[in-house]
């Protein structure tokens, strides 16, 4: 299977290398988990190498999402936005169903051929939709379906139910359905700094059977650790922009000749950001590395 990079530092290497291309991930996660920062950046990765993508909105408008982006960090996604590289279909306020049952067949086919990325978010809003079981299976699976012929997917579902219980009826049908199930864990009552990922299924991929804790950090989206590096350390900030370039002088100039002018740029900005951000507990050069492995200039 060839693999797709999630643009979620930390991530790929759980996930054997990424996500299988034309599959379907969903995940879930409690309100403030970093569902659709991890959305987002997936979207960002696949712009900037040159992919489409698609944000297929059914919660909050496009104004108000771009807006938090760019507040996030992510300034450039305007310009991907005016060369139509990225684009947002608002469905809120819409009877959704009638949109997958009457227009998201024309809608496929004019996508048809594009190497897209698609983002559903969140799900949640087409199951409730309609009432009967079947009519929810149904109606997602066609919706998912048809999505996984344009592109690689990932939608997200909202965690309603007891914190960990993933029997719930607006969980149960879609997890069974997608590819992959990625279970993002917020108890933002209890521990409001620490969050951790599992994934619960990889489907004809190997990948990580622990939880690992992860932070959101502006201009990185989320980093995740792997669970033998959960020991903790004091929060700091850091200068990154002296290491990156201490590390990028020791990679082969063929490869750092695979660079794009706009993905050289989003590094050195990224790494920017993260010499402003409190980094918490995370190692520097662990961050470091996953940005360069992200990019193919450093092996895992």
């Not at 693999?3 to 979620?8: A, L, N, P, R």
């Not at 897209?116 to 939709?129: H, K, M, Q």
């Not at 004809?204 to 201009?219: L, Q, T």
């Not at 695979?258 to 190692?283: A, Y």
Request: proline share 4%; aromatic share 8%.
């Amino acid at each position: 299977m060839q693999k797709v990079k999630t643009g979620v530092y930390g991530l790929n290497k759980l996930l054997d290398g990424g996500i299988n291309k034309n599959t379907v991930t969903a995940v879930i996660g409690s309100s403030g988990a970093g569902k659709t920062t991890l959305a987002t950046y997936f979207l960002k990765r696949g712009v900037e190498m040159g992919e489409d993508a698609i944000f297929i909105t059914l919660d909050e408008e496009p104004k108000q999402i771009i807006k938090e982006v760019i507040e996030m960090g992510w300034e450039e996604i305007e310009d991907y936005i005016d060369e139509g590289s990225m684009v947002f279909v608002d469905a809120g306020g819409k009877q959704f169903s009638e949109f997958i049952k009457t227009e998201l067949a024309g809608f496929v086919e004019e996508w048809r051929g594009h190497n897209a990325r698609i983002v559903i978010d969140p799900l949640t809003p087409v199951l409730w939709s309609v009432k009967e079981k079947y009519e929810q299976r149904d109606l997602v699976s066609f919706l998912l379906r048809e999505n996984r012929k344009i592109g690689t997917v990932i939608c997200t579902l909202e965690e309603h139910s007891v914190m960990g219980d993933l029997s719930g009826p607006d969980l149960v049908i879609p997890m069974y359905l997608a590819d992959n199930v990625i279970h993002l864990r917020y108890k933002s009552h209890e521990s409001p700094e620490r969050r951790d990922m599992k994934i619960i299924k990889c489907r004809s991929s190997r990948h990580s059977h622990f939880w690992h804790s992860y932070k959101i950090v502006r201009g990185s989206g989320i980093i995740v650790r792997e669970a033998h590096l959960a020991k903790e350390m004091p929060s700091k900030k850091v200068d990154m922009k002296a290491r990156l370039e201490r590390a990028l002088a020791m990679v082969p100039e063929e490869k750092k000749a695979n660079l794009t002018p706009s993905v050289d740029k989003s590094i050195h900005r990224t790494v920017g950001m993260l010499s402003q951000e409190d980094i918490g507990p995370l190692d520097p050069d662990y961050i470091l590395k996953q940005i360069l492995v992200e990019y193919d200039l450093m092996e895992e």
